[in-house]
Structures are given as structure tokens and as C-alpha cells.
């Protein structure tokens, strides 16, 4: 089945600075990539996603891409602010599996004020 | 905006009892989802729900879980013989089409006791 790998586990930065979560993919048929932002105790929470016929899309402050021949996808946050502070977990699914959502270990994103 | 919702929110019981979680879906999504995290790690699937049955289930989802869907609107999750290893976040979600956005219920935090 598929697997997602995330990295880095923990990301600290200084607010106003880029923050880059990397995540891999095991299934060529993957094609939607989720991320889902999680603060502590509540929901996941869809904050952007890619399909596999896309390589790039942004909304604000975020963005994510991906490279189908590499198997991996990123999600980056420019001039991050402290409520950015969350984990954020990548996920993958394949097209014929119902919207089955494999996720990635999650980062732990900090950002100091 | 339309959410999800699930109940209890959390859940304490004896090991060996049986529960039920309970999750309201968002009303036109024909999708329906069931996912564990256990704390501090990462959200894990568990089965897929479409057209009143079961469309994929995680090897996690061994005969102690059921789900159901007895109604229109409500969709549960049963498990019969609860383990220490139960305890965790369960998250209901659901989705219009199966292939796009997943929306997270606030989940329901079990502790086996």
C-alpha cells in the first residue's frame, strides 16, 4: 500500500521567515496530495491541496508543489506568523481508493515571535 | 459552513465493554471515513463507507470494528471488545465525491480503562 514519509518532525522558525515541510510518496497512482494544519486538541484541517495534474499552487501565504517523477511534494509558508504554530500533516490518496487519505509522521511547526 | 460532527467527545470505559462513536456527516457527501491517532503520532485510516457498505478497511479494522450508517444522517463506529491499545482520537470525515477534500470531524477522544 502507499506510504507517506514527512520530514523534518520539528521546524522552529522566526516569525516573518519561510518555513519548507518535505513528504514523499511510494504510489505513482497517488494523485491528490492533501495538507491538513492541527492545532492542538481540535480537528485536522484542510489548508491546501495539489492533484497530480498540477505542479504548483498557492493561496496566500501558502503554497505546495510537487514533482510526480521524484514522488514528493512540499508545502511551503512565507513571512510566517505565530498562528501558524501547528502540526501539519501531508497526505496522499489514490484515485480508486474511495478517498482513502494516507498521512505523512506530521511536523511540528514553531514559530517565535 | 457545514461541519462534521461527532459525539461523545470524549469517552471513558472499561476494557472488554463495548462502544459507540457517533458522527453526524456533512449532509451531501456520499463518502464517509473513520481515522485513529493515537497521541503524538500520526492520523491512521481506518475503513471507507460508500453506497451502505464498506468500500476499503485498514488491517487495524479487525472484526472488533463495525460501522454503520442506520440512518440518513448518522454514521457509527462500534467496537465490541475494547483493548487498552483502543485508546486514541477518532476521527469521523466525509467527503462529496471520494477523490477531493476530506472534512475532519472535532473527534472523539476514547480512553480504555
Known amino acids: 500500500g502507499e506510504n507517506v514519509e514527512q520530514h523534518p518532525s520539528t521546524l522552529s522558525v522566526q516569525e516573518g521567515d519561510s518555513a519548507v515541510i518535505k513528504c514523499t510518496y511510494s504510489?505513482?497512482?497517488?494523485?491528490?496530495f492533501p495538507w491538513y494544519k492541527q492545532e492542538l486538541g481540535k480537528r485536522p484541517q484542510l489548508i491546501i491541496d495539489?492533484?497530480?495534474?498540477?505542479g504548483e499552487k498557492k493561496d496566500q501565504r501558502i503554497a505546495v508543489t510537487l514533482n510526480k517523477t521524484a514522488k514528493h511534494f512540499s508545502l511551503h509558508i512565507t513571512e510566517t506568523q505565530p498562528e501558524d504554530s501547528a502540526v501539519y500533516f501531508c497526505?496522499?490518496?489514490?484515485?480508486?481508493?474511495?478517498?482513502?487519505?494516507?498521512f505523512g509522521q506530521g511536523t511540528i511547526l514553531t514559530v517565535h515571535p | 459552513e457545514p461541519e462534521v460532527t461527532q459525539t461523545p467527545s470524549h469517552q471513558v470505559t472499561q476494557m472488554g465493554q463495548e462502544v459507540i462513536l457517533r458522527c453526524v456527516p456533512i449532509?451531501?457527501?456520499?463518502?464517509f471515513y473513520w481515522y485513529r491517532q493515537i497521541l503524538g503520532q500520526k492520523v491512521e485510516f481506518l475503513v471507507s463507507?460508500?453506497?451502505?457498505?464498506?468500500?476499503?478497511k485498514s488491517e487495524i479494522f479487525d472484526d472488533q470494528f463495525s460501522v454503520e450508517r442506520p440512518d440518513g444522517s448518522n454514521f457509527t463506529l462500534k467496537i465490541r471488545s475494547t483493548k487498552l491499545e483502543d485508546s486514541a482520537m477518532y476521527f469521523c470525515?466525509?467527503?462529496?465525491?471520494?477523490?477531493?477534500?476530506?472534512?475532519f470531524g472535532q473527534g472523539t477522544r476514547l480512553t480504555v480503562v
Open positions: 504510489d505513482s497512482a497517488s494523485n491528490y
Open positions: 495539489i492533484r497530480s495534474n498540477v
Open positions: 497526505a496522499a490518496s489514490i484515485g480508486t481508493s474511495y478517498g482513502k487519505l494516507t
Open positions: 470525515a466525509s467527503s462529496v465525491y471520494g477523490t477531493g477534500e476530506a472534512f
Open positions: 449532509s451531501n457527501h456520499l463518502y
Open positions: 463507507f460508500y453506497n451502505n457498505e464498506i468500500s476499503e
